[in-house]
């Protein structure tokens, strides 16, 4: 079940991230969460969605997620 493959990855993405940037967990089926989701043209379950500083999409990733690309893109934006 890919839901629960995502929880220990974004689990582990929030506590290394903390202090460097926002992790918002959303679910489709809460209001704000659906909106967003069609705002962003989410397909499947999971999603993750990285945002840049403008609130363009700089990464999407659905389903397993990879670590490494989502915190080479995290740290990707981070830079000067």
């Known amino acids: 079940m890919p839901c629960l493959l995502a929880k220990p990855v974004v689990d582990g993405l929030e506590r290394d991230l903390q202090g460097k ?23 499947g379950v999971p999603t993750l969605v990285l945002l840049d500083g403008a609130g363009e999409v700089a990464l999407r990733q659905t389903g397993v ?15 000067p």
């Open 21 to 43: 940037v926002q992790v918002l967990r959303l679910g489709v089926m809460d209001k704000v969460g659906g909106q967003l989701a069609l705002h962003y043209g989410v397909r």
């Open 65 to 79: 997620l990879d670590r490494a690309e989502v915190m080479g893109a995290v740290e990707e934006l981070l830079e």
